[in-house]
């Protein structure tokens, strides 16, 4: 699959941290804390508060650290609408093979939701740079490494329910990256950047 500097940027942690609800307050802070830990990539859901303007300030606080993208992106108008204010990645909890085609069409890094190998075949052939395996909780480090055995050139981003732990056991099993929301998300900023780091050490082992 082609690289790309945004690709580049999150091989970096391999960790795509994302935030969902209301951080209009905490932004700054929490964005520093984040990339202070090591983390390289960071994306915004369109259903949290605000979300464009989260966006925007991930860029301003630390673009020239971290890669920042959208999430819960449903629709081709989502995709412009975060092109418009600078995102470089876009993550959906689907494949719609429309909103993968404006994502290439603007110059974006395009992340679909899959959970079968059907659904990543049809993924990767209408050019996501990245497959998101969700929900990770129903699949595990075995479907990973299942699926690595006839698609070995995907990369694959298991979300949801992901630990340190349970990390290292998915970057074992072939995993390209991972996605983290609430398992590193929380209002104690003093006890996330141990955290992030934790989950940044777990993927830093060879495939």
Known sequence: MPSSPTIARVEV???ITILRGDFRETISRLAHTLADAGLTAVEATLNSTDPLHLIKTLIA????RAAIGAGTVLTPDDVS???DVGA????SPNFN???????KKSGLVSIPGCFTPTEVIAAVDAGADAIKLFP????GPA???ALRGPLNNVRLVPTGGVTPELAREYRAAGAWAIGVGSELITADLTSMGPRAAAFVSA???PM
């Open 136 to 139: 990770a909780t129903h699949l």
């Open 97 to 103: 093979p429309a909103v993968v085609a404006r994502t």
């Open 88 to 91: 470089q990645f876009i993550v």
């Open 81 to 83: 609408r975060v092109a």
């Open 61 to 64: 606080e630390i673009g020239e």
């Open 13 to 15: 942690s391999r960790v």
């Open 203 to 205: 993927m830093k082992g």
């Open 143 to 145: 479907y990973v490494k």
